[in-house]
Structure formats: C-alpha cells, structure tokens
C-alpha cells in the first residue's frame, strides 16, 4: 500500500567534481511515474548537490543565519547579554552544529564562509567591533571556532561509540 510521492521524489547522480558532465535527460521510471534528474537534493535538511561540495549547504546556512542575525540586531539594545546568549544557542549555535560532521575536510574557503557568520554572531552578542580581534570573544563565550566544533563533535561520538555509551548523554 505503499505510494511514491511525486512531489517529493528526486533522482540524483554523484559525480567527481572533475567529472560534470550530467545526462539531464536521464529519467527513471516507476510505475506510472517518472523521476527526472536534479542537480541537488535536500535530506533531513541538509543538501547535497552532484558532487559533494556542499556549496549549496554553505549557501542556504549562511543565508538563514543572515537573516537570524539581522533579527536580533533589532532587539540586542533592549535585551541583557544572557537573553542574547540564549537566543545565540537556540537560534545560530545549535543550527550550526546540525549536520556539520558532513562539513569535516571541506576546503578552508568554504569553512571561512560559515565562520564569518559565526564571528558576527559571537560580535552582536558581546556588542564588539568588527575590528577586534575575534578570539578573545570566543574565549569569553566559551565557544569553539566552527572547525573545531566539527572536529570535536565526530571524536564525542568516536569516544562514546568506542565505550559503549549513549549518543544523547
């Protein structure tokens, strides 16, 4: 009893990056339906594109994150350097660490791109200068710079898989 929903259903093919040339006329047939080829999917709310650049990932985070940031630009006056904490966490720190296990060996260009916005955030909430240097305020949020995170994310889960723990805890 199970359906094929045809709004949803997309066919991908992974490539090198070398290797682009894409048979867009390529399309599979199931049933009645006919899937055509797309040049990106989104899975769980992370899109990946014909070969794993994640550009478009990069694009649509730092996109949502502008805008996040924009909004509470608004507001930072009127509210304390805690409710603007809390705010960084539930709306910029822990959208960012969805999926960035997938960011891990990307190429630093593409890495500095989401740690500029990173870096803005960590500013609107310390109210600091774009001119000062970024790591003091880091060091005063006790925040790891993007990278890092990543990297320490992937040892969390290596170490737990390793002894046996729970994920969640």
Known sequence: MLRLNEEKTEL???????????NWELRLQV???TVFVVSSVKNLG?????SLTMERQLNAISKAYYYQIRNICHIRGYITLDACKTLAHGLITSRLDYGNALLYGLPI???????????????LVT??????????VFNSLHWLPLIYRSQYKILMYTFKALKGMSLST
């Not at 992370?46 to 014909?50: A, E, I, S």
């Open 127 to 136: 109210r600091t200068h774009k001119i000062e240097h970024i790591t003091p």
């Open 46 to 50: 992370v899109y990946f594109d014909t």
């Open 109 to 123: 260009t593409l890495m500095t791109r989401l740690q500029k916005v990173q870096n803005s955030f960590a500013r």
């Open 12 to 22: 991908i093919i992974f490539n090198p990056k070398h290797q682009v040339r894409m």
């Open 31 to 33: 049933g009645n339906n």
